[in-house]
């Protein structure tokens, strides 16, 4: 039976398990006797999981595992400090044609032509022509299409899927539309435009091979900075487009994490700036909260571990929904 990382915390001392995982950190460690061991970070798509490799053989060349190695662990639940901490018995590294790809990167629960062909419909209704010209540039473009289709929004915390940068791109742009609509001092086409197009350095800033990761390039550099080259650079193939057009947009590139500790290199200062900001900050949190409760019940109710990055515990009583 290949075990879920959640599966593993429900389990009482004691219990044995199996399955293929992958390994996120590995150090080698001595006893005071000096004989080595192994500390894990190992996860599947539903967490993370610390594990200790606490008496490997005396043979055993330790220094062959690596971070991003998929591996074959048979273990047993054990507790330390009240907090489940496994023991390996036995582990090797896995073929490929061993374990399902699905078991460690999902894939976006909507269908993801059907969510292409609804982008373009809504780059149908730009009424800017400069702004509906950059749209078709970017998403004709047949290799920045089929990249934006199968990234992810990000590597844990929301839209961590194949389909899910487009998932995450059309829930902004749905709750622009609904801001666009009550705030009539908003420049609907503007706001739009960078909902479309405020993630598009993502398919430079993941991998995903077995897992995903982020690439040389979105560590170094990151997804708005490459984003903002991209668009730059396609703006630039438009005769005429307006130089203050172009700063509004790249602004809101620019500013929509909102603040410089997240990464922001600007502030929001225009209204389209704070609407895809907070349109931004929406649809991640309330589909990483969704995320954190699929991966930690499953089809369970009740409570949460601690979630990471929002720092607080998350209650869920109902069904997921994902029409």
């Keep these: 039976m290949d075990t879920l990382v959640r599966d593993i915390y429900k389990m009482p001392a004691g219990q044995e398990f199996k399955g293929f995982f992958l390994v996120e950190s590995v150090e080698i460690k001595k006893h005071r006797t000096g004989e080595p061991y192994l500390r894990l970070i190992i996860s599947d798509k539903t967490g993370t999981l610390p594990v200790l490799w606490w008496k490997p053989p005396k043979d055993a060349d330790l220094t062959i595992f690596k971070k991003g190695d998929i591996v074959f662990i048979e273990a047993y639940v054990e507790l330390f400090q009240g907090n489940v901490q496994p023991k390996i018995k036995f582990m090797r590294h896995a073929e490929k044609t061993e374990f399902e790809r699905g078991k460690f990167i999902k894939t976006s629960r909507f269908d993801v032509d059907e969510q292409f062909t609804k982008l373009l419909e809504i780059i149908e209704t730009i009424q800017n022509p400069y702004l509906k010209k950059l749209l078709e540039i970017i998403f004709y473009d047949d290799k920045i299409a089929s990249a934006f289709m199968k990234a992810p929004g990000g590597k844990f915390i929301h839209h961590a899927s194949i389909g899910g940068l487009l998932e995450h791109t059309l829930?902004?742009?749905?709750?622009?539309?609904?801001?666009?609509?009550?705030?009539?001092?908003?420049?609907?086409?503007?706001?739009?435009?960078?909902?479309?197009?405020?993630?598009?350095?993502?398919?430079?800033?993941?991998?995903?091979?077995?897992?995903?990761?982020?690439?040389?390039?979105?560590?170094?550099?990151?997804?708005?900075?490459?984003?903002?080259?991209?668009?730059?650079?396609?703006?630039?193939?438009?005769?005429?487009?307006?130089?203050?057009?172009?700063?509004?947009?790249?602004?809101?590139?620019?500013?929509?994490?909102?603040?410089?500790?997240?990464?922001?290199?600007?502030?929001?200062?225009?209204?389209?700036?704070?609407?895809?900001?907070?349109?931004d900050a929406l649809d991640s949190k309330v589909k990483g909260y969704e995320e954190h409760i699929e991966r930690e019940l499953g089809e369970g109710k009740g409570w949460t571990k601690r979630h990471f990055a929002y720092e607080v515990p998350i209650y869920f009583d109902g069904e997921i929904n994902y029409e």
């Design 171 to 279: 829930g902004v742009v749905e709750i622009c539309e609904v801001v666009a609509k009550r705030y009539k001092s908003i420049d609907r086409d503007l706001l739009i435009t960078a909902a479309i197009l405020h993630d598009i350095g993502k398919i430079d800033e993941y991998s995903m091979d077995v897992a995903i990761d982020r690439t040389d390039e979105g560590i170094l550099l990151g997804h708005i900075f490459t984003g903002s080259e991209l668009i730059s650079k396609k703006i630039d193939e438009i005769e005429g487009f307006p130089k203050t057009l172009k700063i509004k947009l790249l602004h809101c590139i620019l500013s929509h994490h909102g603040e410089y500790e997240f990464g922001s290199p600007k502030k929001p200062k225009t209204l389209e700036a704070v609407a895809l900001h907070y349109a």
